[in-house]
């Protein structure tokens, strides 16, 4: 089973930037697609960002498109997510996740496998 373990959250004054990884074990990364999640207080998961299998492709939600950037480095079990330009909205706990198949989608009911998550604060 894979497991997922997000790190890198923090308070970050807004205008800061902010790198979130997540280390994969008991499976090889290779054989997924991986996104990164987020929820605030009182609202849903949201998709933030997304990577196909091998990283053919990605994709970003509209409020972070130019300001975070995935990757993955297949060959250490790893997962990134950088952040730049904070804002006081992406205050929220991030999550990576990995689905089984070649392709990556925003929606979080697509993804079977979960980290724990790593909360982000923004606020001066």
């Known amino acids: 089973q894979l497991q997922l373990v997000e790190s890198g959250g923090g308070l970050v004054q807004p205008g800061g930037s902010l790198r979130l990884s997540c280390a994969a074990s008991g499976r090889i990364l290779d054989w997924y697609a991986i996104g990164w999640f987020r929820q605030a207080p009182g609202k849903e998961r949201e998709g933030v960002s997304c990577?196909?299998?091998?990283?053919?492709?990605?994709n970003y939600a509209d409020s972070v498109e130019g300001r975070f950037t995935i990757s993955r480095d297949n060959a250490k079990n790893m997962v990134y997510l950088e952040i730049k330009s904070l804002k006081p909205e992406d205050t929220a706990v991030y999550f990576c996740?990995?689905?089984?198949?070649?392709?990556?989608?925003?929606?979080?009911?697509?993804?079977?496998?979960w980290g724990q998550g790593t909360q982000v604060t923004v606020s001066s």
């Open positions: 996740a990995a689905r089984a198949g070649y392709a990556c989608t925003p929606r979080p009911r697509e993804y079977l496998y």
């Open positions: 990577m196909s299998k091998i990283g053919g492709s990605t």
